[in-house]
């Protein structure tokens, strides 16, 4: 496979393609305003011969050329997996030439006569879908050389969480990660506070949810001798522990209002107070919070301090659950597989294919959490090599494949299907041909990415009814 990749602030490579030497000198024209390295070639044979020395990323191509059919260019773009946004152009009496480019894999198609503005708004286009390539490009790579910060999965949404949380890093400001149970928080704000200036300094957590309220402020702050009942010595609080390094408040939307007053003179002034002491105290902290709630609708209801919530929501970092991050679930299942198997000295290597089809469909309403300790339940309770639907939890098991229908909904004698659920079949059976790729699943199904995404959310929905549904005497 040739490679394309360069940097994203590079300038494009724009290969034209086109025989008619007065319309070549047009297209160059209309290209000369657009920050791209351009070429030109005549023929099938030349355009190939500089493909191979110089990989282009957007190609201008005319169908009906003197040695051989344009298509051929496309089809060694393709054949060889090239990133290149590919634009056909063709005459009026040779549209289904452009149809069959468009199903080939061209990116557009332009029918002579081309206008100007038509030509530049389809380039422009074409030269903004390289630059998010680009980028994505550079993500991935920036992933791959960095690590995934204790993550596992390179899904779209997961590579924009890796971007955000190397740009928090590097500065001083709050963090505040929101997301639903079981999507990592605590394990972005320890990456948060690994890639960052203040790395060789502690990381103090506090779960906010799992601290009586009447010793919260303790913790936080610390007391000294006799400030309450119990107080048998002097105790730091997490801020003086914490000092050069970061505080990471989990759950933070669950703290009494009457502290959350203290936080933010803490935030404010860096200064604080011990339990039962007049002396202030100083300490240089970055603070990382989370919650699973949504916090303008805690501000909105009272619960939460809307001064205390501007001073802390400065960088937003939200996590997606586990259902919006494609194929990510088979890479941290496997990742977990082989981990307890090693742990249980156990034979597990490898998930059958109806399981892996069954993880895809399934909506994981506890996340990445609910998939470990799935995992986990399967090494411990069974044994082999392979695990199959039968070694799955019960809850599991009364999912179908499809992840919406049950056991009992299987065995209805119906010959017809719901049509969304027989649209559900056709999408999940387009992602997995895909490997997980929703993006190239709406291209070959010619609907939105976004498309793919509100159904889910809407299957999810209705799987999430039914199972409440059989909890139900």
Known sequence: M????????????????????????????????????TSHRSTVSSAIELIRQIPPDIVLLDILLPDASGLEVLDYIQSNAMPVSVIVMTSEGSIDNAVEAMRAGAFDFLVKPISATRFTATFKNALERQTLRRKVDAYEGAFTQNGSYGFIGSSLV????????????????????????????????????????RRNKPLVILNCAAIPKDLMESEIFGHITG?????????????????????????????DLALQAKLLRFVQTGVYQQVGSDKTERADVRLVCATNRNPMEEVEAGRFREDLYYRLHVIPIELPPLRDRDGDVIAIAEHMLAKFAKEETKRFSSFSTEVKALFLSYSWPGN?????????????????????????????????????????????????????????????????????????AAHLLEISNSTIYRKRRDWAAREEKARLSRQQP
């Open 2 to 37: 040739l490679s394309t990749k360069r940097s994203v602030n590079a300038q494009p490579n724009v290969l034209l393609v086109e025989d008619d030497e007065i319309l070549a000198l047009a297209y160059l024209e209309y290209l000369k305003s657009e920050p791209c390295n």
């Open 158 to 197: 997961m590579q924009s969480v890796y971007r955000i949380i190397a740009s928090t890093a590097a500065s001083n400001a709050t963090a505040f990660i929101t997301g639903e149970s079981g999507t990592g928080k605590e394990i972005c704000a320890a990456a948060v506070h690994s890639q960052s200036p």
């Open 227 to 255: 400030a309450f009942t119990g107080a048998t010595a002097d105790r730091k609080g997490a801020a003086a522990r914490a000092d050069g390094g970061t505080m990471f408040f989990d759950e933070i939307a669950e703290m």
């Open 368 to 440: 990445v959490r609910q998939l470990e300790n799935t995992i986990r339940n399967i090494v411990v309770l069974q044994d082999g090599t392979e695990v199959t639907r039968e070694m799955l939890p019960e809850l599991l098991q009364d999912i179908s494949v499809d992840g919406i229908a049950t056991k009992a909904a299987n065995t209805e004698s119906t010959a017809i299907a719901p049509l969304w659920l027989t649209e559900k079949r056709a999408i999940e059976e387009a992602i997995r041909h895909c490997n997980g790729n929703i993006p190239k």
